[in-house]
Protein backbone atom coordinates (compact mmCIF):
# COMPACT_ATOMS: atom_id res chain seq x y z
CA UNK A 1 0.00 0.00 0.00
CA UNK A 2 3.13 2.16 0.80
CA UNK A 3 4.65 1.49 -2.36
CA UNK A 4 1.02 2.00 -4.25
CA UNK A 5 0.74 5.44 -2.82
CA UNK A 6 3.78 6.80 -3.38
CA UNK A 7 3.89 5.87 -6.94
CA UNK A 8 0.39 7.72 -7.34
CA UNK A 9 1.97 10.81 -5.12
CA UNK A 10 4.99 10.44 -7.96
CA UNK A 11 2.53 10.60 -10.79
CA UNK A 12 -0.25 13.33 -9.39
CA UNK A 13 2.86 15.49 -8.70
CA UNK A 14 4.71 15.21 -12.19
CA UNK A 15 0.74 15.88 -13.66
CA UNK A 16 1.07 19.27 -11.56
CA UNK A 17 4.30 19.68 -12.90
CA UNK A 18 3.97 19.17 -16.20
CA UNK A 19 0.28 21.55 -15.72
CA UNK A 20 2.43 24.37 -13.78
CA UNK A 21 5.17 24.01 -16.67
CA UNK A 22 2.20 24.80 -19.39
CA UNK A 23 0.41 27.42 -18.04
CA UNK A 24 4.02 29.15 -17.42
CA UNK A 25 4.70 28.30 -21.10
CA UNK A 26 1.30 30.15 -21.95
CA UNK A 27 1.19 32.89 -19.56
CA UNK A 28 4.55 34.03 -19.43
CA UNK A 29 6.54 32.64 -22.13
CA UNK A 30 4.16 32.50 -25.08
CA UNK A 31 1.15 34.91 -23.40
CA UNK A 32 1.56 37.48 -26.26
CA UNK A 33 0.61 35.12 -28.79
CA UNK A 34 -2.26 33.35 -27.33
CA UNK A 35 -3.66 36.76 -26.28
CA UNK A 36 -3.64 37.52 -29.61
CA UNK A 37 -5.54 34.40 -30.86
CA UNK A 38 -8.38 34.92 -28.25
CA UNK A 39 -8.57 38.18 -29.12
CA UNK A 40 -9.23 37.47 -32.71
CA UNK A 41 -11.70 35.07 -31.95
CA UNK A 42 -13.78 37.17 -29.57
CA UNK A 43 -13.23 40.24 -31.44
CA UNK A 44 -14.10 41.41 -34.83
CA UNK A 45 -13.88 44.35 -37.04
CA UNK A 46 -16.78 45.39 -39.23
CA UNK A 47 -16.68 48.12 -41.89
CA UNK A 48 -19.45 50.60 -41.07
CA UNK A 49 -22.27 50.54 -44.10
CA UNK A 50 -20.90 53.73 -46.67
CA UNK A 51 -23.33 55.23 -49.03
CA UNK A 52 -21.65 57.01 -52.34
CA UNK A 53 -22.11 60.82 -52.97
CA UNK A 54 -25.43 61.60 -55.29
CA UNK A 55 -24.13 63.59 -58.60
CA UNK A 56 -26.83 66.21 -59.35
CA UNK A 57 -27.41 68.47 -62.07
CA UNK A 58 -27.11 72.58 -61.70
CA UNK A 59 -30.49 72.64 -60.20
CA UNK A 60 -29.86 70.05 -57.44
CA UNK A 61 -31.89 67.31 -59.64
CA UNK A 62 -30.65 63.93 -58.87
CA UNK A 63 -28.68 62.16 -61.87
CA UNK A 64 -26.86 59.32 -59.92
CA UNK A 65 -28.50 57.57 -56.32
CA UNK A 66 -28.23 55.01 -54.77
CA UNK A 67 -30.74 52.14 -53.42
CA UNK A 68 -30.26 49.34 -50.71
CA UNK A 69 -30.58 46.03 -52.26
CA UNK A 70 -30.22 42.32 -51.58
CA UNK A 71 -27.33 40.45 -52.00
CA UNK A 72 -27.30 36.53 -52.33
CA UNK A 73 -24.40 34.68 -50.12
CA UNK A 74 -23.86 31.46 -48.92
CA UNK A 75 -21.59 29.15 -45.92
CA UNK A 76 -20.60 25.76 -48.26
CA UNK A 77 -19.63 24.87 -45.22
CA UNK A 78 -23.31 24.48 -43.81
CA UNK A 79 -24.59 22.61 -47.10
CA UNK A 80 -24.15 18.79 -47.02
CA UNK A 81 -22.33 17.63 -50.12
CA UNK A 82 -25.53 15.53 -50.90
CA UNK A 83 -27.94 18.50 -51.12
CA UNK A 84 -25.39 20.72 -53.01
CA UNK A 85 -27.11 19.97 -56.57
CA UNK A 86 -30.63 20.26 -55.39
CA UNK A 87 -29.61 23.63 -54.12
CA UNK A 88 -28.01 24.90 -56.58
CA UNK A 89 -31.05 23.80 -58.82
CA UNK A 90 -33.36 25.83 -56.36
CA UNK A 91 -30.86 28.67 -56.72
CA UNK A 92 -30.38 28.93 -60.54
CA UNK A 93 -34.27 28.60 -60.50
CA UNK A 94 -34.27 31.96 -58.82
CA UNK A 95 -31.59 33.59 -59.74
CA UNK A 96 -31.46 32.74 -63.54
CA UNK A 97 -27.62 31.75 -62.72
CA UNK A 98 -25.65 28.90 -64.29
CA UNK A 99 -26.37 25.75 -62.39
CA UNK A 100 -22.81 24.30 -62.69
CA UNK A 101 -21.41 28.11 -61.39
CA UNK A 102 -23.40 27.78 -58.93
CA UNK A 103 -22.88 24.34 -57.80
CA UNK A 104 -18.75 25.17 -57.88
CA UNK A 105 -19.29 27.80 -55.34
CA UNK A 106 -21.25 25.47 -53.22
CA UNK A 107 -18.75 22.85 -53.09
CA UNK A 108 -15.23 24.87 -52.60
CA UNK A 109 -13.54 24.71 -49.27
CA UNK A 110 -14.24 28.78 -48.38
CA UNK A 111 -16.68 29.57 -45.03
CA UNK A 112 -17.97 32.45 -47.76
CA UNK A 113 -19.08 33.45 -50.72
CA UNK A 114 -21.32 35.31 -53.66
CA UNK A 115 -23.99 33.58 -55.54
CA UNK A 116 -25.81 36.69 -56.92
CA UNK A 117 -25.24 40.59 -55.73
CA UNK A 118 -28.01 43.40 -55.98
CA UNK A 119 -30.73 41.26 -56.99
CA UNK A 120 -34.45 42.32 -57.59
CA UNK A 121 -36.46 42.94 -54.85
CA UNK A 122 -38.46 40.17 -56.60
CA UNK A 123 -35.61 37.69 -56.19
CA UNK A 124 -34.54 38.72 -52.70
CA UNK A 125 -37.92 38.14 -51.40
CA UNK A 126 -37.99 34.41 -53.23
CA UNK A 127 -34.14 33.68 -51.27
CA UNK A 128 -35.48 35.00 -48.20
CA UNK A 129 -38.72 32.43 -48.33
CA UNK A 130 -36.96 29.71 -49.64
CA UNK A 131 -35.22 29.39 -45.81
CA UNK A 132 -32.79 27.44 -47.47
CA UNK A 133 -29.74 26.20 -44.96
CA UNK A 134 -26.04 28.10 -45.67
CA UNK A 135 -27.71 30.46 -47.75
CA UNK A 136 -28.84 34.13 -46.51
CA UNK A 137 -29.43 37.80 -47.66
CA UNK A 138 -27.01 40.40 -46.89
CA UNK A 139 -27.80 44.64 -47.98
CA UNK A 140 -25.80 46.01 -50.15
CA UNK A 141 -25.81 49.21 -51.82
CA UNK A 142 -26.32 49.94 -55.82
CA UNK A 143 -25.65 52.81 -57.99
CA UNK A 144 -28.86 53.55 -59.54
CA UNK A 145 -29.53 56.03 -62.64
CA UNK A 146 -33.03 57.32 -62.03
CA UNK A 147 -32.65 59.09 -65.40
CA UNK A 148 -31.39 55.72 -67.05
CA UNK A 149 -29.35 57.59 -70.53
CA UNK A 150 -29.53 61.08 -70.28
CA UNK A 151 -26.44 62.13 -69.66
CA UNK A 152 -24.46 58.62 -69.99
CA UNK A 153 -21.78 59.77 -71.67
CA UNK A 154 -21.17 62.00 -69.17
CA UNK A 155 -21.96 60.71 -65.84
CA UNK A 156 -20.14 57.41 -66.71
CA UNK A 157 -20.82 54.32 -63.90
CA UNK A 158 -19.23 52.66 -61.68
CA UNK A 159 -18.65 48.66 -60.99
CA UNK A 160 -20.16 45.90 -58.79
CA UNK A 161 -17.92 47.12 -56.04
CA UNK A 162 -19.42 50.92 -56.52
CA UNK A 163 -15.47 52.23 -58.26
CA UNK A 164 -15.49 54.33 -60.95
CA UNK A 165 -14.81 53.53 -63.96
CA UNK A 166 -16.13 55.78 -66.45
CA UNK A 167 -16.56 59.23 -66.94
CA UNK A 168 -17.50 61.80 -63.80
CA UNK A 169 -18.19 58.63 -61.91
CA UNK A 170 -14.03 57.91 -62.55
CA UNK A 171 -12.78 61.56 -62.69
CA UNK A 172 -14.65 62.30 -59.49
CA UNK A 173 -14.15 59.13 -57.48
CA UNK A 174 -12.46 59.51 -54.89
CA UNK A 175 -14.86 62.50 -53.58
CA UNK A 176 -17.78 60.48 -54.06
CA UNK A 177 -16.12 57.97 -52.39
CA UNK A 178 -17.23 57.68 -48.46
CA UNK A 179 -13.99 57.03 -45.81
CA UNK A 180 -13.49 53.84 -45.10
CA UNK A 181 -14.90 53.67 -40.96
CA UNK A 182 -14.68 49.98 -38.96
CA UNK A 183 -16.67 49.07 -35.41
CA UNK A 184 -15.87 46.59 -33.24
CA UNK A 185 -17.97 43.53 -32.38
CA UNK A 186 -17.52 41.03 -29.36
CA UNK A 187 -18.32 37.70 -29.84
CA UNK A 188 -18.28 34.35 -28.23
CA UNK A 189 -16.27 31.27 -29.01
CA UNK A 190 -19.28 30.51 -31.57
CA UNK A 191 -19.45 33.57 -33.20
CA UNK A 192 -22.80 34.97 -31.45
CA UNK A 193 -22.79 38.64 -31.63
CA UNK A 194 -22.51 39.71 -27.30
CA UNK A 195 -21.70 43.64 -27.73
CA UNK A 196 -21.17 46.10 -30.78
CA UNK A 197 -20.73 49.52 -30.97
CA UNK A 198 -22.69 51.91 -32.69
CA UNK A 199 -23.29 51.73 -36.21
CA UNK A 200 -24.18 54.82 -38.49
CA UNK A 201 -24.09 54.92 -41.69
CA UNK A 202 -21.11 57.36 -43.91
CA UNK A 203 -22.01 59.40 -47.22
CA UNK A 204 -19.25 60.54 -49.53
CA UNK A 205 -19.19 63.88 -50.75
CA UNK A 206 -22.16 64.87 -53.63
CA UNK A 207 -21.18 66.63 -56.67
CA UNK A 208 -22.81 69.55 -58.42
CA UNK A 209 -22.84 69.51 -62.43
CA UNK A 210 -22.90 72.40 -64.43
CA UNK A 211 -25.35 70.35 -66.18
CA UNK A 212 -28.89 71.38 -66.85
CA UNK A 213 -31.22 68.00 -66.93
CA UNK A 214 -33.60 70.53 -69.10
CA UNK A 215 -31.20 71.38 -71.89
CA UNK A 216 -29.53 68.21 -72.16
CA UNK A 217 -32.61 66.52 -72.66
CA UNK A 218 -33.21 68.80 -75.57
CA UNK A 219 -30.20 68.04 -77.15
CA UNK A 220 -30.26 64.16 -76.62
CA UNK A 221 -34.07 64.26 -78.46
CA UNK A 222 -33.03 66.49 -81.40
CA UNK A 223 -29.92 64.50 -81.66
CA UNK A 224 -31.31 61.41 -81.90
CA UNK A 225 -33.93 62.72 -84.28
CA UNK A 226 -31.02 63.57 -86.54
CA UNK A 227 -29.41 60.56 -86.60
CA UNK A 228 -32.41 58.45 -87.67
CA UNK A 229 -33.76 61.03 -90.10
CA UNK A 230 -30.38 61.63 -91.81
CA UNK A 231 -29.28 57.56 -91.69
CA UNK A 232 -26.03 58.84 -90.28
CA UNK A 233 -23.27 56.87 -87.81
CA UNK A 234 -23.80 59.14 -84.87
CA UNK A 235 -23.76 63.02 -83.95
CA UNK A 236 -22.13 64.78 -81.18
CA UNK A 237 -23.58 68.04 -79.64
CA UNK A 238 -22.27 70.34 -77.36
CA UNK A 239 -23.92 73.75 -75.34
CA UNK A 240 -21.89 75.86 -73.07
CA UNK A 241 -21.84 79.30 -71.69
CA UNK A 242 -19.23 81.32 -73.56
CA UNK A 243 -18.65 83.76 -70.71
CA UNK A 244 -18.00 81.31 -68.23
CA UNK A 245 -17.24 77.87 -69.82
CA UNK A 246 -20.03 75.79 -68.20
CA UNK A 247 -20.61 72.91 -70.04
CA UNK A 248 -24.68 73.17 -70.02
CA UNK A 249 -25.24 69.82 -72.04
CA UNK A 250 -23.00 67.65 -73.83
CA UNK A 251 -24.64 64.16 -75.88
CA UNK A 252 -23.80 61.83 -78.02
CA UNK A 253 -26.11 59.52 -80.44
CA UNK A 254 -26.50 56.70 -80.03
CA UNK A 255 -26.29 56.47 -76.03
CA UNK A 256 -26.61 53.95 -73.82
CA UNK A 257 -28.35 53.05 -70.64
CA UNK A 258 -26.12 53.90 -67.45
CA UNK A 259 -28.36 51.04 -65.38
CA UNK A 260 -26.78 48.60 -67.91
CA UNK A 261 -23.22 48.86 -69.36
CA UNK A 262 -23.03 45.70 -69.25
CA UNK A 263 -25.69 45.05 -72.35
CA UNK A 264 -23.53 47.70 -74.42
CA UNK A 265 -22.11 46.03 -77.47
CA UNK A 266 -20.57 48.05 -78.87
CA UNK A 267 -18.04 49.64 -76.83
CA UNK A 268 -17.61 53.08 -78.99
CA UNK A 269 -20.78 54.70 -77.62
CA UNK A 270 -19.15 55.12 -74.55
CA UNK A 271 -16.62 56.98 -75.81
CA UNK A 272 -17.80 60.48 -75.05
CA UNK A 273 -16.89 61.87 -78.45
CA UNK A 274 -16.70 65.41 -78.06
CA UNK A 275 -13.69 65.64 -76.26
CA UNK A 276 -12.36 61.89 -77.91
CA UNK A 277 -12.89 61.87 -81.72
CA UNK A 278 -11.22 64.27 -83.64
CA UNK A 279 -12.34 65.19 -87.55
CA UNK A 280 -11.22 67.92 -89.79
CA UNK A 281 -13.39 70.69 -89.10
CA UNK A 282 -13.78 72.17 -92.35
CA UNK A 283 -15.24 76.03 -92.91
CA UNK A 284 -16.26 76.06 -89.18
CA UNK A 285 -12.22 76.59 -88.96
CA UNK A 286 -12.37 79.62 -91.58
CA UNK A 287 -13.29 81.81 -88.19
CA UNK A 288 -9.66 81.89 -87.36
CA UNK A 289 -8.38 82.69 -90.42
CA UNK A 290 -10.95 85.36 -90.67
CA UNK A 291 -10.45 86.91 -86.75
CA UNK A 292 -6.40 86.60 -87.25
CA UNK A 293 -7.09 89.07 -90.32
CA UNK A 294 -9.22 91.47 -89.06
CA UNK A 295 -6.86 91.38 -85.86
CA UNK A 296 -3.37 92.42 -87.77
CA UNK A 297 -5.60 95.01 -89.43
CA UNK A 298 -4.78 93.37 -93.24
CA UNK A 299 -8.34 93.73 -94.11
CA UNK A 300 -11.77 95.54 -93.73
CA UNK A 301 -15.21 93.96 -93.82
CA UNK A 302 -15.94 96.20 -97.18
CA UNK A 303 -12.65 94.37 -98.57
CA UNK A 304 -13.00 93.12 -101.77
CA UNK A 305 -11.93 89.43 -103.25
CA UNK A 306 -11.86 88.02 -106.88
CA UNK A 307 -13.37 84.71 -106.47
CA UNK A 308 -14.71 84.73 -110.14
CA UNK A 309 -12.78 81.78 -111.00
CA UNK A 310 -14.60 79.19 -108.61
CA UNK A 311 -10.61 77.69 -107.83
CA UNK A 312 -7.74 78.57 -106.59
CA UNK A 313 -4.30 77.04 -107.56
CA UNK A 314 -2.17 76.07 -104.29
CA UNK A 315 1.11 74.07 -104.07
CA UNK A 316 -0.36 72.70 -107.55
CA UNK A 317 -3.52 71.81 -106.18
CA UNK A 318 -6.58 72.99 -107.55
CA UNK A 319 -9.23 73.83 -105.00
CA UNK A 320 -12.59 75.28 -105.75
CA UNK A 321 -15.39 76.10 -104.32
CA UNK A 322 -18.79 74.83 -103.75
CA UNK A 323 -20.28 77.39 -105.78
CA UNK A 324 -18.60 79.66 -107.98
CA UNK A 325 -19.36 83.14 -107.13
CA UNK A 326 -17.84 86.19 -108.12
CA UNK A 327 -16.01 89.59 -106.33
CA UNK A 328 -16.98 88.71 -102.81
CA UNK A 329 -16.32 90.94 -99.80
CA UNK A 330 -14.70 89.87 -96.93
CA UNK A 331 -18.08 90.04 -94.89
CA UNK A 332 -19.34 87.85 -97.85
CA UNK A 333 -16.22 85.11 -97.95
CA UNK A 334 -17.41 84.62 -94.65
CA UNK A 335 -21.32 84.25 -95.64
CA UNK A 336 -20.99 82.34 -98.40
CA UNK A 337 -17.93 80.07 -97.60
CA UNK A 338 -16.13 80.39 -100.42
CA UNK A 339 -12.85 78.42 -100.12
CA UNK A 340 -11.13 80.69 -102.79
CA UNK A 341 -11.69 84.06 -101.05
CA UNK A 342 -10.75 82.42 -97.68
CA UNK A 343 -7.20 81.32 -99.13
CA UNK A 344 -6.36 84.49 -100.44
CA UNK A 345 -6.77 85.55 -97.04
CA UNK A 346 -5.23 83.04 -95.36
CA UNK A 347 -2.55 83.73 -97.87
CA UNK A 348 -1.96 87.32 -96.59
CA UNK A 349 -1.17 86.27 -93.55
CA UNK A 350 1.41 84.17 -94.39
CA UNK A 351 1.82 80.18 -92.33
CA UNK A 352 3.67 81.65 -89.49
CA UNK A 353 0.70 83.99 -88.42
CA UNK A 354 -1.76 80.86 -89.23
CA UNK A 355 -0.47 78.58 -87.44
CA UNK A 356 0.16 81.58 -84.17
CA UNK A 357 -3.68 82.55 -84.65
CA UNK A 358 -4.51 78.65 -84.44
CA UNK A 359 -2.76 77.87 -81.65
CA UNK A 360 -4.00 81.26 -79.82
CA UNK A 361 -7.29 79.63 -79.99
CA UNK A 362 -6.82 76.48 -78.20
CA UNK A 363 -5.84 74.06 -81.13
CA UNK A 364 -3.53 71.40 -80.69
CA UNK A 365 -3.90 71.68 -77.25
CA UNK A 366 -6.34 70.26 -74.60
CA UNK A 367 -8.95 72.04 -73.17
CA UNK A 368 -8.36 71.27 -70.01
CA UNK A 369 -12.26 69.91 -69.60
CA UNK A 370 -12.31 68.15 -66.06
CA UNK A 371 -13.14 64.64 -67.54
CA UNK A 372 -11.33 61.74 -68.81
CA UNK A 373 -10.55 60.92 -72.31
CA UNK A 374 -9.86 64.30 -73.79
CA UNK A 375 -7.23 64.35 -76.60
CA UNK A 376 -5.40 67.34 -78.12
CA UNK A 377 -5.66 67.13 -81.90
CA UNK A 378 -2.89 68.01 -84.16
CA UNK A 379 -2.10 71.33 -85.69
CA UNK A 380 1.24 70.57 -87.16
CA UNK A 381 3.81 73.28 -87.00
CA UNK A 382 4.62 75.26 -90.23
CA UNK A 383 7.97 73.68 -91.07
CA UNK A 384 6.31 70.26 -91.62
CA UNK A 385 3.96 72.15 -94.02
CA UNK A 386 3.82 71.15 -97.68
CA UNK A 387 3.30 73.95 -100.69
CA UNK A 388 -0.69 73.34 -100.42
CA UNK A 389 -1.09 73.15 -97.08
CA UNK A 390 -1.33 76.93 -96.03
CA UNK A 391 -4.40 76.66 -98.74
CA UNK A 392 -5.88 73.42 -96.94
CA UNK A 393 -5.35 75.03 -93.19
CA UNK A 394 -7.19 78.02 -94.12
CA UNK A 395 -10.28 75.97 -95.26
CA UNK A 396 -9.90 73.63 -92.06
CA UNK A 397 -8.31 70.81 -93.53
CA UNK A 398 -4.51 69.20 -92.20
CA UNK A 399 -6.17 69.60 -88.73
CA UNK A 400 -7.84 67.87 -86.67
CA UNK A 401 -10.10 69.11 -83.77
CA UNK A 402 -12.27 67.66 -81.49
CA UNK A 403 -15.77 69.49 -81.65
CA UNK A 404 -15.38 71.16 -77.96
CA UNK A 405 -12.06 72.40 -79.25
CA UNK A 406 -14.31 73.95 -82.32
CA UNK A 407 -17.07 75.38 -79.91
CA UNK A 408 -14.44 77.08 -77.44
CA UNK A 409 -13.63 78.93 -80.38
CA UNK A 410 -16.36 80.55 -81.45
CA UNK A 411 -17.14 81.51 -77.86
CA UNK A 412 -14.06 83.80 -77.96
CA UNK A 413 -15.82 85.68 -80.92
CA UNK A 414 -18.78 85.47 -78.47
CA UNK A 415 -17.75 86.51 -75.64
CA UNK A 416 -15.49 89.04 -76.88
CA UNK A 417 -12.01 88.08 -76.78
CA UNK A 418 -11.80 85.56 -74.12
CA UNK A 419 -10.60 81.68 -74.55
CA UNK A 420 -12.30 79.89 -71.83
CA UNK A 421 -11.56 76.53 -70.07
CA UNK A 422 -14.50 74.44 -70.03
CA UNK A 423 -15.82 72.47 -67.01
CA UNK A 424 -18.06 70.15 -65.75
CA UNK A 425 -18.23 70.51 -61.96
CA UNK A 426 -19.44 73.63 -60.23
CA UNK A 427 -19.49 72.47 -56.47
CA UNK A 428 -18.32 69.93 -54.35
CA UNK A 429 -20.58 69.71 -51.40
CA UNK A 430 -21.07 67.84 -47.67
CA UNK A 431 -23.38 64.99 -47.14
CA UNK A 432 -25.25 67.77 -45.13
CA UNK A 433 -24.88 70.28 -48.11
CA UNK A 434 -21.90 72.55 -47.25
CA UNK A 435 -20.07 73.67 -49.96
CA UNK A 436 -16.59 72.45 -50.03
CA UNK A 437 -15.23 73.56 -53.59
CA UNK A 438 -16.67 75.65 -56.22
CA UNK A 439 -15.20 76.01 -59.68
CA UNK A 440 -14.64 79.35 -60.20
CA UNK A 441 -14.20 80.22 -64.42
CA UNK A 442 -10.89 80.24 -65.74
CA UNK A 443 -10.23 82.47 -68.87
CA UNK A 444 -7.51 84.36 -70.51
CA UNK A 445 -7.76 87.41 -73.55
CA UNK A 446 -6.57 86.33 -77.01
CA UNK A 447 -8.38 88.55 -79.56
CA UNK A 448 -9.46 92.28 -78.72
CA UNK A 449 -12.71 92.86 -78.10
CA UNK A 450 -13.28 95.24 -81.30
CA UNK A 451 -12.11 92.60 -83.52
CA UNK A 452 -14.47 89.81 -81.65
CA UNK A 453 -17.43 92.26 -81.57
CA UNK A 454 -17.31 93.19 -85.18
CA UNK A 455 -16.80 89.59 -86.29
CA UNK A 456 -19.76 88.81 -84.85
CA UNK A 457 -21.41 90.99 -86.63
CA UNK A 458 -19.94 88.99 -89.61
CA UNK A 459 -21.09 85.87 -88.38
CA UNK A 460 -24.77 86.73 -88.37
CA UNK A 461 -24.79 87.22 -92.22
CA UNK A 462 -24.28 83.98 -92.12
CA UNK A 463 -27.91 82.94 -91.21
CA UNK A 464 -29.21 85.39 -93.01
CA UNK A 465 -30.67 85.36 -96.67
CA UNK A 466 -27.50 85.03 -98.73
CA UNK A 467 -25.69 82.65 -96.43
CA UNK A 468 -24.95 79.23 -95.75
CA UNK A 469 -27.08 78.62 -92.80
CA UNK A 470 -30.38 80.53 -93.08
CA UNK A 471 -31.53 77.35 -91.76
CA UNK A 472 -30.69 77.63 -88.26
CA UNK A 473 -32.14 81.22 -87.71
CA UNK A 474 -34.57 81.94 -85.28
CA UNK A 475 -37.49 84.24 -85.47
CA UNK A 476 -36.96 86.97 -82.88
CA UNK A 477 -32.99 86.01 -81.89
CA UNK A 478 -30.05 87.08 -83.71
CA UNK A 479 -27.78 84.24 -84.28
CA UNK A 480 -24.05 83.97 -85.35
CA UNK A 481 -22.74 81.19 -86.32
CA UNK A 482 -20.63 78.94 -89.28
CA UNK A 483 -21.28 75.62 -91.02
CA UNK A 484 -18.81 73.45 -91.75
CA UNK A 485 -18.55 70.46 -94.64
CA UNK A 486 -15.56 68.23 -94.51
CA UNK A 487 -14.67 65.21 -96.35
CA UNK A 488 -13.54 62.11 -93.96
CA UNK A 489 -9.93 60.96 -95.23
CA UNK A 490 -10.32 56.98 -95.63
CA UNK A 491 -6.34 55.97 -94.11
CA UNK A 492 -7.06 52.98 -96.51
CA UNK A 493 -7.27 54.58 -100.01
CA UNK A 494 -4.96 57.73 -98.35
CA UNK A 495 -7.70 60.01 -99.72
CA UNK A 496 -10.79 61.80 -99.24
CA UNK A 497 -13.88 60.23 -99.46
CA UNK A 498 -16.23 60.99 -101.73
CA UNK A 499 -19.48 59.40 -99.90
CA UNK A 500 -18.58 60.04 -96.36
CA UNK A 501 -18.82 63.53 -94.85
CA UNK A 502 -19.12 65.91 -91.26
CA UNK A 503 -21.57 67.91 -91.75
CA UNK A 504 -21.57 70.39 -88.52
CA UNK A 505 -23.02 73.97 -87.39
CA UNK A 506 -21.80 75.93 -84.47
CA UNK A 507 -22.93 79.22 -83.44
CA UNK A 508 -24.08 80.90 -80.36
CA UNK A 509 -27.74 82.78 -79.45
CA UNK A 510 -28.68 85.71 -78.63
CA UNK A 511 -25.94 87.27 -81.18
CA UNK A 512 -25.27 90.81 -79.29
CA UNK A 513 -25.88 89.19 -75.79
CA UNK A 514 -25.36 85.26 -75.87
CA UNK A 515 -26.53 82.99 -73.49
CA UNK A 516 -25.58 79.95 -74.66
CA UNK A 517 -22.55 78.66 -78.03
CA UNK A 518 -23.97 75.37 -79.60
CA UNK A 519 -22.17 73.00 -81.68
CA UNK A 520 -23.52 70.02 -83.48
CA UNK A 521 -21.45 67.91 -85.52
CA UNK A 522 -23.36 64.85 -87.77
CA UNK A 523 -21.14 61.79 -89.26
CA UNK A 524 -21.90 60.14 -92.40
CA UNK A 525 -25.26 61.34 -93.06
CA UNK A 526 -27.20 60.27 -95.66
CA UNK A 527 -29.19 61.85 -98.57
CA UNK A 528 -27.55 65.75 -97.92
CA UNK A 529 -24.21 66.44 -96.97
CA UNK A 530 -23.91 70.64 -96.34
CA UNK A 531 -24.08 71.64 -92.87
CA UNK A 532 -26.18 74.46 -93.71
CA UNK A 533 -28.73 71.53 -94.61
CA UNK A 534 -28.28 68.94 -92.19
CA UNK A 535 -27.01 70.37 -88.63
CA UNK A 536 -28.27 73.90 -88.64
CA UNK A 537 -32.10 72.72 -88.93
CA UNK A 538 -30.56 70.64 -85.87
CA UNK A 539 -28.94 73.78 -84.16
CA UNK A 540 -32.35 75.78 -84.74
CA UNK A 541 -34.39 73.19 -82.91
CA UNK A 542 -32.08 73.11 -80.33
CA UNK A 543 -31.69 76.36 -79.46
CA UNK A 544 -35.33 77.53 -80.22
CA UNK A 545 -36.46 74.85 -77.30
CA UNK A 546 -33.90 75.74 -75.10
CA UNK A 547 -34.40 79.62 -75.40
CA UNK A 548 -38.00 78.84 -74.49
CA UNK A 549 -36.82 76.84 -71.78
CA UNK A 550 -34.33 79.60 -70.35
CA UNK A 551 -37.31 81.71 -70.45
CA UNK A 552 -35.06 84.14 -73.25
CA UNK A 553 -36.73 87.26 -74.58
CA UNK A 554 -36.74 88.29 -77.95
CA UNK A 555 -33.90 90.41 -79.55
CA UNK A 556 -33.67 93.87 -79.70
CA UNK A 557 -32.59 93.91 -83.68
CA UNK A 558 -32.88 97.40 -84.75
CA UNK A 559 -28.68 98.37 -84.41
CA UNK A 560 -27.92 94.95 -86.00
CA UNK A 561 -25.78 95.49 -89.08
CA UNK A 562 -23.87 98.35 -87.01
CA UNK A 563 -20.09 97.05 -86.80
CA UNK A 564 -18.09 98.18 -83.74
CA UNK A 565 -15.31 100.72 -84.45
CA UNK A 566 -13.83 101.11 -81.09
CA UNK A 567 -13.16 99.21 -78.11
Known sequence: MKTRLIVIVCLLSVGFIAVICKLSYIMLINHQWYAEKARMQQVKTENMPTKRGLILDRKGRELAINLDMGSIICNPAEIPESEAQKVAAMLSS?????????????????????????????????????KIKGIALTSEV????????????????????????????????KELTAPTEKII??????????????????????????IDEGLQYILEKNLDEAVKHWKASYATAIMMDPFTGEIMAMANSPSFDLNNPGMIKDKKIIKNRGITDCYEPGSTFKIIVGAAALEEGLVKP???????????????????????????????????????????????LGKERLYEYAKRFGFGEKTGIDIAGEVSGLVRPPEKWSGISIGS??????????????????????????????????????????????????????????????????????????????????????????TGTAQKYDPLTKRYSKS??????VGFVPADKPRLALIVVVHDPRGHIYGGIVAAPVFRKIVGDALSYLDVPPDDLKNKNILVTSR
Open 185 to 210: AYKDAKGNLLSKGEMREIKGNNILLT
Open 393 to 482: FSIGQEISATPLQILRAYAVIANGGLLVKPYLLSEIQSPDGATIYKTIPVARRVLSEKTAKNFNMILTTVTEVGGTAKEASIEGNQVAGK
Open 142 to 173: KRVYPKRSLASNIIGFVDIDNKGIEGLEKMYD
Open 302 to 348: NARYDCSAGYIEVGGRRIKDAHRQGVLTFQEVIQKSSNVGTIKIGLS
Open 94 to 130: ITGKDTRTILTKLNSDSRFCWIDRKVSPQVAERIKNS
Open 500 to 505: NYVSSF
